[in-house]
């Protein structure tokens, strides 16, 4: 089922999707049935059977990174529905219902086509939404939640300026040269894709996950011109006057996959995880205890499906979950 043709996050997503699908299938009530076709489907490709690890680790705790003082023989998850809630039995169904149908409950993922002629255009998202723009040339921009972009060609030249947020941007190669620009840095590309994040107050960074690309300061003297300064590739940089200097990073982290609404984290905190998930959640996930927000967790999320995220993290740490309308609590039992 899973296509040769896309990018390696499109095969990845489509991968993912459907090794869900395998897993609710073959915990469902014949799965002697349809064993033969899974198996025809894993060992059809390396990808599929990586992808069928990651979803069984992530539902049955597996390959979950447990850092607390939990005792050795833990009590499964409780799940409580509030009085108040009006969901009902949503939260307790919520994981099955996404992994069979493909459902997401959370941001709007939406595509849309811009102008070809060249004319300026601005694309904008609204918190909890992500957009996918199909530009020029093949390019495509990728506006994550809160996130303001303009497009412009300048000389014939396509320039995107990152006025706030976060975009990717996945260049199709060629001989066209792509400006970004994002407060006092440019960064040129041919074929790159990464990330540009930049929000008030703070310096704005650029992530290169493959191909090349430079960065140079936007305004030059005319006397000493800046030719531009090569990007490492899987380093998050921090932008000042055209110059990249590393982040140094609080835990090890691939977010490259945000567009398809998948990020994956190593011994991550609760609190920094809960931080991402909550910024797509129409129902936010809240801690009753800040201090569980300490807590190391490591794997592969889908941070568009905030009641997900509750209930496997509920099962991990042997903690309650309970939905009321207002959120997803977690609270020690």
């Known amino acids: 089922m899973s296509g040769e043709g896309g990018s390696d996050s499109e095969r990845n997503a489509v991968a993912t999707d459907e090794a869900a699908h ?3 299938i073959l915990r469902g009530p014949d799965p002697d049935r349809h064993r033969p076709d899974f198996v025809k489907w894993r060992d059809a490709s390396e990808l ?28 499964p998850p409780l799940l409580r529905l509030d009085t108040r809630s009006w969901i009902g039995g949503a939260l307790a169904t919520s994981v099955a219902v996404a992994l069979a149908t493909g459902v997401v409950r959370g941001p709007l ?11 300026a255009t601005t694309f904008a998202t609204r918190h909890g939404t992500m957009r996918t723009v199909q530009l020029a040339q093949g390019a495509s921009l990728a506006l994550d939640s809160a996130t303001e972009v303009h497009f ?35 960064i040129i590309s041919r074929n790159g894709i990464f990330d ?6 703070k310096a704005p960074y650029v992530q290169l ?6 960065t140079r300061p936007v305004l030059q003297s005319a006397g000493y011109v800046v030719g531009g300064h090569g990007l490492p590739t899987g380093l998050s940089m921090r932008l000042a006057r055209g110059r990249a200097e590393p982040l140094q990073p609080r ?17 991550v905190p609760l609190a920094d995880l809960l931080h991402t998930v909550n910024r797509y959640a129409a129902k936010p996930i809240i801690l009753s205890d800040p201090a569980l927000g300490r807590l190391r967790i490591s794997g592969r999320f889908r ?18 979950v309970t939905e009321r309308p207002e959120g997803f609590y977690i609270d020690r039992p």
């Not at 540009?196 to 107050?201: A, H, L, M």
């Not at 835990?251 to 011994?267: C, N």
Request: charged share 25%; glycine share 10%.
């Open 196 to 201: 540009v994040s930049w929000s008030g107050g």
């Open 209 to 214: 996950y493959a191909g090349e690309a430079m």
């Open 251 to 267: 835990f090890a982290a691939d977010e490259r996959d945000w567009p398809q609404g998948w990020v994956q984290y190593r011994s």
């Open 109 to 119: 993922l939406k595509l849309q086509q811009t102008a070809s002629d060249g004319r």
């Open 303 to 320: 941070i568009v499906d905030p009641s997900a995220v509750a209930l496997n993290l509920g099962r991990v740490f042997a903690l309650t």
């Open 22 to 24: 395998w897993f609710v």
């Open 152 to 186: 412009e060609e300048q000389d014939g030249e396509p320039v995107v300026t990152v006025v706030k947020g976060r975009a990717q941007l996945r260049l199709p190669g060629g001989g066209t040269e792509w400006v970004v620009r994002v407060d006092d840095s440019e």
């Open 48 to 75: 599929n059977r990586v992808a069928f690890e990651q979803v069984a680790a992530t539902f049955d705790g597996a390959e979950v990174l447990k850092r607390s003082a939990a005792p050795r023989h833990r009590r």
